[in-house]
Structure formats: structure tokens, C-alpha cells
């Protein structure tokens, strides 16, 4: 701990040398739209005559700038607003809040953005690389599975980023595993983001404002997962009026009430969604005493304390529910809350502090006449934040702070008329980090973020912990309540750096080290709700990912056309699979640690991404060409083989037309290798059943994928306050049988022989919403 | 359990789902030797049956193996060599029954090679009954069947279940591990098979073997449980089960008990 306290501190007396001298004021304070209050994220200001001054409002709306003596001009703009244009005299420090009317209000409509930068040419300043930024407004239009419309399948579409499976809300980011990617929602980490066994995810657009994905190289503020970060904000909610909107489909319906508490001041929002296919099938007598159904709720509410000080109050509750005819019943689902303090300390620091609480878990129940058992799991996080953003300098901007997490873990425990002859105890472990990042203006031409994270990771007493090694019980480790076991220290060193070669061209160069101490168990792709958790142990060591990115953007046709082309190359090391026939899922032997088996990963590729942001038609085109591999010790003879959701080619192409003010057509194609998968080289019999005989893991290939979803949205004229739409859509408009799974068995037509047999998912799926606001 | 949970999503795919037969270029890696096994405590012909892989695509005829040394010993000084009889299956001639708490040493010698494999015949523990337990899904009744029996207090004890009905064709081969239910009363029920379009009816007799196995026997038939009905992309990535066999053959060499009941559905 005293080694990482001293190296926060050399880094710290170095910033001071980096300001000296400065003879500017500054202009600082929030901005927020103009109609209902809402903060804005990452809008951009600039200076005429200075191209090298200029900032971003950060997460919470804060901007600060550094300006010289004299008449300014300033210039404030965000994608889907009218730029505003703001003369100053400056002679001191001053403060403005700032109110960005959105352009939809002026007539036009937000509809020909799709998916883009918040700045125009934000492609081409930002050090940051692999980044996307989702507005929410503008993914409503995109065709989806069963019409309820989903950032975890959007992103999807994003080079990089890979389906888990067909209308699966699950990822791989980069070749990166499920348990990889650090979902955050209001900065609460959300351990099993999907409802119904992935087909939804528990992020139900309406009560969400923003969000970005960061593909591995993410500033050092942010941590404790290898392959990316997902970061979701949800909506402050309107301060200015009351406002209802929401939505009926056929899966599902939703409802958002928000409003002032004070006016201009402080408000709420709530927002739910509710599935009830249940309600029609508990009609039926075959389905009487069953159920099955999610639901969510988003809460937020914020107070301003005074000018400077801002409270938020933030939950999400999401439960899925299965239950058959009373005899057996599943129940999981996420809560979390985060209170946050937003704490405008000086005119260029501002700081925040969230307290942040997280829990998961499962809860199966079964019994018939001979048995009941119970199994129960869960995983809550206490986590608290203090981050500063500091606006040291016209050309430093300042990221630092710490973060504490505590976690609890308590593994699948069985109750009931049957015990385990190996109860499980709940593992507590704390994970600690302190952080540095500056985002500096060397050149006009040459922006840099570099930063570094230290990562503590500190196993807690309260059991006892084996230590194997391939799968040989070695030691033990007998920890009592309150004792500090194993400490596991990481540096994470993060640069990025962008040299703007002109002004429609620039690139990129960018090195990431990122560690992970929380590993997901799971034997299936999509992920199922008793997938275990498990903390780094003795056994068990952190993941680490080196991860060296070189990219190149260009913009043309005055930033109306944008493309990026990024390069990768990932070193995992630390990862985890498990023995052949271990049975992880329920975790029935001694200790599961036994089961589990290490070694290395890798993951390269290219991505290119083609983006059309304005006129009639909007969209992108996206492709990956990429390798993944694995290579662990005691799996497929100890040599490289490929990584499941390693595919050669993924492209998407997304299009939106606006056909007329009350038409919106829009379309999207994917087209991706199969899954590398490991089919049968031969057969025998044993017990005169037919088993199948395997040689090299995962050498061969699912059947390509490809798929055309289709959907039109319909907007009624506004009505006083009232406004309403429909939306029309097909998901596999051409009925393509994609392989979901290819089961090999004995072949039922014809004795005595053996069959490949595929099944598939979703044909000609469609659906209708009807949405409406008031 | 892990039955209920995957009717769920059974539940869900009905909903959407379509299949289809296809064809697949798959490699050949057949002619692999297999050798499977069994010797019980009950006084019936042992039988060691070796077999070669075939390809994918060709019938499922096994060629025999009728050339190999095959001999069985145990710590009691018992050396036996079997005797081919057909089929690739080769015969016991001294031992008449397995013991109870006796390690068995099974070795082929094949062209050339030799393959080795330990079991210890478990201890007993008794088949006390049947009983049909009624499970509903969806409004129809089917019925799963309990083997009554008395798990003893010490742990390590690893149990096979070969449930047959007369008018199916299949059969259904569960393992179980005292790992829950140490020492008690058994409370954990076994499907019987049960075809989709000619599923079990009243009248029928359920034959029901009970084997106490030994824990590699468990951990390898349970690796071969995951392999059956959980394809591609779907369940595991599949691999060959862990044998506890020395010398490269793929198959098992099990000592165990057998107890076999039956009983008939109303």
C-alpha cells in the first residue's frame, strides 16, 4: 500500500510543472438542453481564432475553459442541437451555465443521425481510440428482434464487437470473453446484463441518456475488466415539465414518468417495462401455475444543493421470473444504487463522489413428491468513488482519483431436503485503485492521454482456500473472519496519442493494460443466470490484457462521411477454462478450483468502419477481420487453438432513410463466419449407445451467418402536447435458416445411421410498437 | 435440475424454432481403438469388448477387434485370460463374480501395443425398491423413477442407473455422486426413456440396473452425459471423456456392483 501511495504522489508533483506560468481566466459552469433541463454529455467548445483552445463537457455537464484577456468567441456545439455562438469580454474568471436548444425543436428532426460522434469531427481530435458513443434517440429507429429496441444489440453492429449468438444480447469485444466487458449503468457494474436467457438485455432504453463502449483502451479511470467498458448513463429526467412517454409492443410494454421536483433545479424519473406474454398463457389450463416474465425499473432522481453542489440518487431493479406449474421456479435478476455528489470545488476542478451499491443473484427452487431443494447464489458489491476532474491548464486536462470496491461472493449453495457434502461460505475480497490521467495538448497537431492505474486486488478471511496446481492439491490457506489474505498488485500503464495529419485526416497510436479479478465460470456461449463468479484466489491468478492499437481516421464531404481503420493486437494472460467433464454449472465437487485450467490468449485483427452522418440517408458500414486464440495448458495437447467466437469476417451494414417528415425506413444486413466449434472426426459405441469421437478443439466452422432485418416507423402529426408512433418490422426478412446449434445423433429415420441436425431460431420475426409522448 | 432448466429453454425454442438434417464435410479420424469393460459382482459372463471408430458418415457396424491378449487380473491373485467369443467381445473364464473392495487390472495387448486400466470393485449398497414419481410440464403427467436406496454415511460414493422400458428403444444411463445427499435416504429421480411420437405407456416395464461405480467411472460417464444432446454452440466444447484407460484407447474399464429392478407403469 505505501509503494502505491508514493508512486501516486511522484505523479502528482509533476502536474504542478506542467501549469506554471499561465496568464488566462477561465469560463466554467454546466450546460443543458434548453426544453427539460437534461445535462449534456461531451458537447464541444470552441474558440474562433484558436483552434488549440477548446474543451468537452464531461459526464456530469461540467465544462471548463481556458481563455486569454480580451474579446472571445466561443462557439457550443452538440450533435442534434443548434450550435450557439457566444461573445465575451473576458477580464476575469467567469461563470456561465449553458442552454442548447435541440434542433428537433426548430423543425428539423433528429432522425437523419443514426450513430455518431457527439462532435462532427470528433473522429479526428480525440486521443481516445476504439471508442463508439451511442445516442440513444437516434439507435429508436433500427430494426429489431421482437421490436424492443436494445443498445447491447446495436453495439453488435459496431466493428469489434461480436453477437454471442443469434438475438443473444451477450459480447465479445475484440476476441475478449462475456465476463470481459465492465457494463456500467450509472457507474454501478451490472454482473448479468440480459433477461430470458440473453434474447433481451436489462437496459431498457427509455430511461437511458447515453452511452459509450471503450474496446480496451480506456482511460485510467476505469478498470477491472479486460476487453472493454460500457458505460450507460441513465436520464436526469425533465426539470422543466412533467412529461409521460411510453411504449405497447408484443413482447413487452413501457412506461417513463418524469418531471421537476424544482423547477429548473432538481428532478426524477422513473421508468419500467414489463413483459406479459405470462398473463395470455396463464389463460391457458396448461400453463395454470406457471409463470414467465421480466421486468424492470429505472429510478433517478437529483437535488441541487446550492450552485456548486448537486446530489443524485440513482436505482435499477430487474428481475426475470420463470415458473412451471408449481413444481419448479427460477428467479434472478440485478439491483443496484448509486448515490453520487457532484461538487463544483473551483472554477477548474470539479469532483465527484458516488457511493455505490450492486448485488446478483439466483434463487431455483424444484420438489416434486420425494424432493425440494433450493439453490442460491448471489455476488454484491459495495463500491465507493471519489474522482476529480481537473481542468489544470488550456492544455492539461486532469483525471484522477480512488476507488474501493468490496465484494461479496457467495457461491451456489443448495437447501432443501438435500445437502451438500461441501457447503459453500461466502469469499469476501477488496479491490482497490488509484488513478492518474492527462489529456494533453502537446501541438495544435499532437493530442496525448496517458495515465496510469494501480490496481490492488486483496483476498479476505472467512474461509479456507486451496491451492492447486494442475489440479493437484498443493496447500491450503485456513483465513480467519477479518484477516487479509494475498494482495495482488497491478501497474496499468495507458497511453493514447493522435496526430492530426490535416484537417480531414489523423491517427492514432495506443498501448493499454488492463487486469481483471472477478472470472466468470460459464460452458455455454450465450451465458446462463448460474453462471458462477468467482474472485482471483490463490489459485486463481488476475487477468492481464496488453493491448497495442495504431488507427487512421478521414472525414469527407465536410465531415458528412467519416472512416476509421483500427489495427489490434491483445496478449491475454491469466485465462481460465476448465477440465473436460468438469460440471461447472452446478459445482459439485470439493472445490471448483480443481477443475479449472490456465493459459494464454491472443487476439488480433482489423476494423473498418464507413459512416454516413447527415442528409436523407444515414448509416454505416462495418467490418472485422480478426483471429482469436487460446492456448491452455491441458486443453487440445497444450497448443494454440481457436477461441469460440473466433470469426474471420463480421460485417454489418445499417442503413435509415427518411422518406417523408412521417416515414422512416430502416434496414440492417450481417454477414459473419461461423463460430469455430469442434465437430465429431469419427463415432464408436459404448453401452450400445453411439458416442462421438473429437480430435483438435474448435478447427471447424458453424455455417456462415447472414441476415437482413427490416422496419418502418410512422410518426403522427404532434397532437397539442401528444405525439405517437408506430413501428413495422421483420427480423430475417429472407427467412435464412442460420444454425443455431448442429446436434450430431443417431439418426431416427434411418437406423443404424448418424445425422448432423440443425436448428434455427428466427424466421421472419415481426413485430409492431406503438409509442407515445405527452 | 439441469433437466428442468434446459426444458426452459426447450420452452422458448418451440416457440421459434426450426430444424433441419444437414450435410457437413467432416474429417475422418476413424479406426481408433476402443475397448469397453464391464465386470460386476454378479455371477454372469465379463465381458471386454474392443472395437475400432468408423467415420461419421458410415453405418454405425464397429469392426471387431478378434486378435488381441486380453487379461484380467486383481490383488488376490487372480490372472485370468479372456477368451474371444464374437463381435469383438471377449469372456472371463476363471472369474465367475467380482469382489467387493478388489482392485481389477484389465490389459489388451494389440498389435504391438498395451493397454492398461484399474478399477476397485465399490461396495454394495442395496436396491431396496422402485418408486414412479409423477412429473407435470404443460399439463401432461409423465413419470420419472426413484431407486430407493440408502446412501452409506461415508462419502465417495458414486452410483450409474440403466433405466430401460418395453416399448422404447432407448435407454437412459444417469450418474449420481453422494457429493449431495450424503448418507441418506436417495431422493433424486431418473427419467425413463420415452420417445416423442411413441412415448411410455400404462403397462409398460421399467427395468431399472443400479451400479456402484468408482469415481473415475463418474467423472468419465459424466463427461460422456455432457457430450449427449448439447451440440455445437450450444453446451460444452466436446472432447473426448477423461478414460481411465493408459495406452491411447479411448472407452472404460468399470468394477462394479448391478442390482436390476423393475416395475410397471399404471
Given at each position: ?18 501549469i ?11 450546460v ?12 464541444s ?12 463537457s ?7 475553459l481556458?481563455?486569454?484577456?480580451g474579446n472571445?468567441?466561443?462557439y ?11 461573445k465575451l469580454?473576458?477580464?476575469n474568471?467567469?461563470k ?5 436548444e435541440?434542433?428537433a ?5 433528429l ?11 470528433e473522429?479526428?481530435?480525440?486521443s ?16 429489431v428482434?421482437f ?16 453477437s ?7 459480447f465479445?469485444?475484440?476476441g ?20 430470458l436467457?440473453?434474447?433481451?438485455s ?5 430511461a ?7 474496446k480496451g ?8 475488466r ?19 412517454n ?9 412506461l ?24 395470455f ?6 400453463f395454470?401455475?406457471?409463470?414467465l416474465f421480466?421486468?424492470d ?7 441541487q444543493?446550492?450552485?456548486n ?5 440513482s ?19 440485478n ?13 477548474k476542478?470539479f469532483?465527484?463522489t458516488?457511493?455505490i451499491?450492486?448485488?446478483y443473484?439466483?434463487?431455483i427452487?424444484?420438489?416434486?413428491e420425494?424432493?425440494?431443494v ?12 471519489k474522482?476529480?476532474s481537473?481542468?489544470?491548464?488550456d ?5 484522477f482519483?480512488?476507488?474501493t470496491?468490496?465484494h ?18 461466502s ?11 492527462d ?7 499532437l ?11 486483496t ?8 491451492i ?20 495482488y ?6 497511453l493514447?496519442s493522435?496526430y492530426?495529419?490535416?484537417?480531414v485526416?489523423?491517427f492514432?497510436v ?15 456461449n450465450?451465458?446462463?443466470?448460474t453462471?458462477q ?10 487477468e492481464i490484457?496488453?493491448?497495442?492499437s ?8 465536410d ?13 491475454m494472460?491469466?485465462q ?14 470439493e ?5 479449472l ?11 473498418f468502419?464507413a459512416?454516413k452522418k ?7 458500414v ?11 495448458d491441458?486443453?487440445n495437447?497444450n497448443?494454440?487453438y ?7 469476417h463480421?460485417?454489418?451494414?445499417v ?7 412521417k ?18 472426426t469419427?463415432?464408436?459405441?459404448l453401452?450400445?449407445q ?30 397539442k ?10 427480423y ?7 444454425a ?5 445423433q443417431?439418426?431416427p429415420?434411418?437406423?443404424g ?17 406503438y409509442n407515445?409522448?405527452? | 435440475m ?9 420452452l422458448?425454442f418451440?416457440?421459434?424454432a ?12 476413424s ?24 467415420s461419421?458418415t ?23 485370460t479372456?477368451k ?9 473364464n476363471k ?7 478388489r ?9 504391438g501395443k ?21 412429473m407435470t410440464?404443460l399439463?401432461?403427467?409423465s413419470y ?11 462419502l ?7 433405466v ?6 432407448g ?7 453422494d ?18 411420437d411413441?412415448p411410455?405407456?400404462a403397462?409398460?416395464?421399467v ?21 449427449i444432446?448439447?451440440?455445437p ?12 484407460i ?6 472404460y ?8 429392478r ?5
Amino acid at each position: 500500500m505505501i509503494k502505491l501511495v508514493s508512486c501516486a504522489l511522484v505523479l502528482f508533483l509533476f502536474i504542478p510543472m506542467l501549469i506554471l506560468g499561465q496568464n488566462k481566466h477561465s469560463l466554467s459552469g454546466t450546460v443543458k438542453d434548453k426544453q427539460n433541463g437534461e445535462l449534456l454529455i461531451g458537447v464541444s467548445f470552441r474558440v474562433e481564432g484558436n483552434p488549440r483552445l477548446g474543451t468537452i463537457s464531461n459526464e456530469y455537464g461540467f465544462y471548463s475553459l481556458s481563455l486569454p484577456e480580451g474579446n472571445q468567441i466561443v462557439y457550443v456545439s452538440y450533435v442534434g442541437y443548434e450550435v450557439q455562438k457566444i461573445k465575451l469580454n473576458i477580464t476575469n474568471n467567469l461563470k456561465l451555465d449553458i442552454f442548447l436548444e435541440s434542433s428537433a425543436d426548430n423543425g428539423a428532426t433528429l432522425s437523419e443521425v443514426v450513430v455518431t460522434s457527439r462532435k462532427k469531427d470528433e473522429n479526428l481530435s480525440t486521443s481516445q481510440m476504439g471508442t463508439e458513443v451511442l445516442n440513444i434517440k437516434t439507435i429508436e429507429k433500427l430494426p429489431v428482434l421482437f421490436g424492443e429496441k436494445d443498445i447491447l444489440k446495436t453495439i453488435q453492429l459496431l466493428p469489434g464487437i461480436k453477437s454471442t449468438g443469434e438475438g443473444n444480447s451477450g459480447f465479445s469485444v475484440r476476441g475478449g470473453a462475456v465476463d470481459q466487458n465492465l457494463i456500467l449503468l450509472d457507474e454501478a457494474p451490472v454482473y448479468n446484463a440480459s433477461h430470458l436467457l440473453g434474447f433481451f438485455s436489462t437496459f431498457n432504453s427509455d430511461a437511458l441518456k447515453d452511452a459509450s463502449i471503450i474496446k480496451g483502451n480506456a482511460p485510467a479511470q476505469y478498470g477491472g475488466r479486460l476487453s472493454s467498458v460500457l458505460d450507460v448513463k441513465m436520464k436526469d429526467g425533465n426539470n422543466q415539465n412533467f412529461a409521460v412517454n411510453g411504449g405497447i409492443g408484443l413482447i413487452s410494454s413501457r412506461l417513463s414518468v418524469e418531471g421537476p421536483i424544482q423547477k429548473d433545479k432538481s428532478s426524477f424519473i422513473i421508468s419500467g417495462r414489463r413483459t406479459y406474454a405470462d398473463l395470455f398463457l396463464g389463460l391457458t389450463e396448461q400453463f395454470q401455475g406457471s409463470e414467465l416474465f421480466f421486468y424492470d425499473l429505472n429510478m433517478k432522481a437529483n437535488y441541487q444543493i446550492n450552485k456548486n453542489n448537486r446530489i443524485y440518487l440513482s436505482g435499477y431493479f430487474g428481475r426475470d421470473i420463470l415458473g412451471l406449474n408449481n413444481s419448479f421456479g427460477t428467479n434472478w435478476g440485478n439491483a443496484s444504487g448509486t448515490l453520487r455528489w457532484n461538487s463544483i470545488i473551483s472554477n477548474k476542478l470539479f469532483s465527484n463522489t458516488s457511493l455505490i451499491y450492486s448485488n446478483y443473484n439466483y434463487d431455483i427452487s424444484f420438489q416434486n413428491e420425494v424432493v425440494n431443494v433450493g439453490l442460491k447464489s448471489k455476488i454484491q458489491d459495495w463500491n465507493l468513488k471519489k474522482d476529480f476532474s481537473w481542468y489544470a491548464s488550456d492544455n492539461h486536462f486532469i483525471r484522477f482519483g480512488v476507488n474501493t470496491i468490496h465484494h461479496t461472493i457467495a457461491p451456489a449453495n443448495i437447501t432443501g431436503s438435500l445437502s451438500s457434502s461441501f457447503p459453500r461460505k461466502s469469499r469476501t475480497s477488496l479491490e482497490k485503485a488509484i488513478y492518474i490521467n492527462d489529456d494533453h495538448k502537446v501541438t495544435e497537431k499532437l493530442t496525448l492521454s496517458y495515465g496510469l492505474r494501480i490496481s490492488a486486488f486483496t483476498i479476505l478471511g472467512g474461509d479456507t482456500y486451496r491451492i492447486y496446481e494442475k489440479g493437484e492439491l498443493k496447500d491450503s490457506v485456513q483465513l480467519t473472519k477479518g484477516a487479509w489474505g494475498k494482495t495482488y498488485f497491478n501497474l496499468e500503464p495507458r497511453l493514447s496519442s493522435n496526430y492530426r495529419i490535416n484537417q480531414v485526416s489523423s491517427f492514432k497510436v495506443a498501448y493499454s493494460r488492463n487486469t481483471q479479478n472477478l472470472h466468470l465460470l460459464s460452458n455455454s456461449n450465450s451465458g446462463n443466470p448460474t453462471d458462477q463468479w468467482i474472485g482471483s484466489s490463490y489459485t486463481v491468478k488476475p487477468e492481464i490484457s496488453d493491448q497495442i492499437s495504431i488507427g487512421y481516421s478521414r472525414n469527407f464531404d465536410d465531415n458528412n462521411y467519416e472512416i476509421n481503420v483500427e489495427g489490434y493486437y491483445k496478449n491475454m494472460q491469466n485465462q481460465i477454462d476448465y477440465r473436460n467433464g468438469a460440471d461447472i454449472s452446478f459445482n459439485v465437487g470439493e472445490d471448483i478450483e480443481a477443475d479449472l485450467l490456465f493459459g494464454r490468449g491472443r487476439a488480433y485483427g482489423l476494423e473498418f468502419i464507413a459512416k454516413k452522418k447527415e442528409g436523407k440517408l444515414t448509416g454505416w458500414v462495418s467490418y472485422t477481420l480478426s483471429k482469436t486464440e487460446r492456448k491452455i495448458d491441458g486443453i487440445n495437447n497444450n497448443q494454440w487453438y481457436n477461441s469460440r467466437l473466433d470469426r474471420t469476417h463480421d460485417l454489418s451494414v445499417v442503413a435509415t432513410y427518411l422518406l417523408s417528415p412521417k416515414w422512416t425506413l430502416s434496414g440492417l444486413f450481417v454477414y459473419s463466419t461461423g463460430n469455430a466449434v469442434t465437430f465429431p472426426t469419427g463415432k464408436y459405441e459404448l453401452n450400445g449407445q453411439t458416442i462421438f469421437h473429437y480430435d483438435s478443439r474448435n478447427a471447424d466452422r458453424m455455417p456462415a451467418y447472414n441476415r437482413l432485418d427490416l422496419s418502418a416507423t410512422y410518426e403522427a402529426k404532434k397532437r397539442k402536447k401528444f405525439q405517437g408512433s408506430w413501428t413495422f418490422g421483420v427480423y430475417n426478412a429472407y427467412g435464412r435458416q442460420n444454425a443455431y446449434i448442429i446436434d450430431f445423433q443417431d439418426n431416427p429415420k434411418n437406423e443404424g445411421t448418424t445425422r448432423a441436425l440443425q436448428t434455427s431460431l428466427f424466421r421472419w420475426i415481426p413485430n409492431i410498437t406503438y409509442n407515445f409522448k405527452f | 435440475m439441469k433437466k428442468q432448466l434446459s426444458i426452459a429453454t426447450v420452452l422458448l425454442f418451440t416457440l421459434a424454432a426450426c430444424e433441419k438434417e444437414i450435410d457437413l464435410n467432416l474429417e475422418n479420424k476413424s479406426g481408433q481403438l476402443i475397448i469397453e469393460g464391464n465386470i460386476s459382482d454378479q455371477v454372469e459372463p465379463h465381458l471386454v469388448r474392443i472395437t475400432r471408430s468408423v467415420s461419421f458418415t458410415q453405418a454405425n457396424q464397429y469392426p471387431a477387434v478378434s486378435n488381441a491378449l486380453v487379461t484380467l487380473s486383481d490383488n488376490a491373485g487372480l490372472v485370468d485370460t479372456l477368451k474371444y467369443l464374437s463381435d469383438g467381445n471377449y469372456r472371463t473364464n476363471k472369474l465367475k463374480a467380482g469382489v467387493s473392495g478388489r482392485t481389477y487390472t484389465l490389459q489388451v495387448f494389440v498389435e504391438g501395443k498395451t493397454y492398461t486400466a484399474q478399477s476397485e470393485l465399490p461396495e454394495r449398497v442395496p436396491l431396496t425398491g422402485l418408486r414412479l414419481v409423477p412429473m407435470t410440464f404443460l399439463g401432461n403427467t409423465s413419470y420419472d423413477v426413484l431407486p430407493e436406496y440408502i446412501d452409506p454415511p461415508t462419502l465417495g460414493n458414486f452410483y450409474a442407473f440403466i433405466v430401460k422400458a418395453s416399448s422404447q428403444k432407448g435407454m437412459v444411463f444417469e450418474t449420481e455422486t453422494d457429493n449431495f445427499g450424503n448418507g441418506v435416504a436417495n431422493q433424486r429421480d431418473v427419467e425413463i426413456p420415452s420417445d416423442e411420437d411413441n412415448p411410455v405407456k400404462a403397462g409398460d416395464i421399467v427395468n431399472v440396473e443400479m451400479r456402484s461405480i468408482d469415481k473415475n467411472i463418474y467423472t468419465y460417464f459424466t463427461a460422456v452425459d455432457q457430450l449427449i444432446g448439447d451440440g455445437p454452440n450450444g453446451g460444452i466444447s466436446p472432447a473426448n471423456p477423461p478414460s481411465n484407460i493408459n495406452g491411447g484407447a479411448l472407452g472404460y474399464f468399470s468394477a462394479h456392483t448391478s442390482q436390476v429392478r423393475s416395475i410397471t407403469i399404471k
